[in-house]
């Protein structure tokens, strides 16, 4: 069965470092999202990604972040200068479509932790 | 932003037990998706519910969204060990996409 799967497992990086983060989203959808799980919080969403483009972003996403779809494969957060409270679980989601119908896929996530 | 909250947050019964755990919000949301999350790992769906009143059932599991797209519940008939996990449920308003979490219930079914 199709899955989106996500580079590194753990990243340790330090405070001031950038980090990127990869994801191979299911290959034939076309909308791509970032949400992150502090420990113990919610998970919140990040931004979502369509047709080469920020579609919707929270206020989370600030100047620090930024997304890109390199190829036809990969989808990457980059985190240009992080910080001690980035540490976090990022997860990488896609869908086939938008619309009510549609679902979100989730990949294993990547554990940031920033020393 | 739409909040969700999910009740009880933490809930430790007997294998064969049943059990219903809650996603409450004051606002509508067009979509609900019920997810498992093991530690450490990413959210695995469960379901989607969409119309209001909508049931579906999944083998021992029932979902049920409220008829004004505000609520919905999860009931699990005769609990096995395999089904501890994190449950949480996503809903999607009217942005593009974007799903709201509630924090989830923390379900142990202990043998």
């Known amino acids: 069965e199709p899955e989106v799967t996500q580079t590194p497992s753990h990243q340790v990086t330090q405070m001031g470092q950038e980090v990127i983060l990869r994801c191979v989203p299911i290959s034939n959808h076309l909308y791509f999202y970032w949400y992150r799980q502090i420990l113990g919080q919610k998970v919140e969403f990040l931004v979502s990604f369509y047709n080469n483009e920020i579609s919707e972003k929270s206020e989370i996403f600030d100047d620090q972040f930024s997304v890109e779809r390199p190829d036809g494969s990969n989808f990457t957060l980059k985190i240009r200068s992080t910080k001690l409270e980035d540490s976090a679980m990022y997860f990488c989601?896609?869908?086939?479509?938008?619309?009510?119908?549609?679902?979100?896929?989730f990949g294993p996530g990547t554990r940031l932790t920033v020393t | 932003t739409q909040l969700l909250e999910q009740s009880p947050q933490f809930l430790s019964i007997q294998e064969g037990e049943n059990l219903t755990v809650y996603c409450n919000s004051s606002?509508?949301?067009?979509?609900l998706q019920w997810y498992r999350q093991e530690p450490g790992e990413g959210p695995v769906l469960l379901v989607t519910?969409?119309?209001?009143?909508e049931v579906k059932k999944l083998k021992r599991l029932t979902f049920q969204f409220g008829d004004a797209r505000k609520d919905s519940s999860l009931h699990i008939t005769a609990a096995q060990p395999g089904d501890t996990g994190l449950y949480l449920c996503g809903g999607r308003g009217s942005t593009l996409g974007r799903l709201y979490f509630g924090r989830g219930t923390q379900l142990t079914v202990w043998p």
């Open positions: 519910v969409v119309t209001g009143g």
């Open positions: 606002s509508v949301f067009s979509s």
């Open positions: 989601a896609s869908s086939p479509r938008q619309g009510t119908l549609y679902e979100q896929y």
